[in-house]
Nanobody
Framework: VQLQASGGGLVQAGGSLRLSCAAS????????VGWFRQAPGKEREFIAT????????TYADSLKGRFTISRDRAKNTVYLQMNTLKPEDTAVYYC?????????????????WGQGTLVTVSS
C-alpha cells in the first residue's frame, strides 16, 4: 500500500486547507487511516483517525472542532479539513494506514505512511 498526501501549502492565519491522502490499493479501504503532524524540533503528534467505513472518528482534544477527518471509499481517499489555522499548526502532515479497521492515536499501530505534505501558516 502506498499513501500519497497532498494539499499542503502556505496559508495565512485564520485560513483553511484541505489535505488529501490517496491510497494506491483498494485493500487499504479495510484499514483505518490517521493523520499526524510533526513540527520542526518536536515529536510527531496525533491529529485524527477514521475507521475503515468512516463511521468512527477520533480527534486529539486540542484540535477537535477545528479539524475534520473524512473519507471517500469510492475514491480510496481520506481528507483532513483544517479551519481557523494558526501559526502553531505549521508542520509536515502525514497520513498513515492503521493495522486494523479501527484506528488509534498510537503511531506504532500505523503500518504504512505517506511522504508528508508541508503546511505553513503565516501570522
Amino acid at each position: 500500500v502506498q499513501l500519497q498526501a497532498s494539499g499542503g501549502g502556505l496559508v495565512q492565519a485564520g485560513g483553511s486547507l484541505r489535505l488529501s491522502c490517496a491510497a494506491s490499493r483498494r485493500t487499504s479501504s479495510n484499514n483505518a487511516v490517521g493523520w499526524f503532524r510533526q513540527a520542526p524540533g518536536k515529536e510527531r503528534e496525533f491529529i485524527a483517525t477514521i475507521s475503515w467505513n468512516g463511521g468512527s472518528t477520533t480527534y486529539a482534544d486540542s484540535l477537535k472542532g477545528r479539524f475534520t477527518i473524512s473519507r471517500d471509499r469510492a475514491k480510496n481517499t481520506v481528507y483532513l479539513q483544517m479551519n481557523t489555522l494558526k501559526p502553531e499548526d505549521t508542520a509536515v502532515y502525514y497520513c498513515a494506514a492503521h493495522r486494523g479497521s479501527y484506528g488509534s492515536s498510537y503511531a506504532p499501530d500505523y503500518i504504512y505512511w505517506g511522504q508528508g505534505t508541508l503546511v505553513t501558516v503565516s501570522s
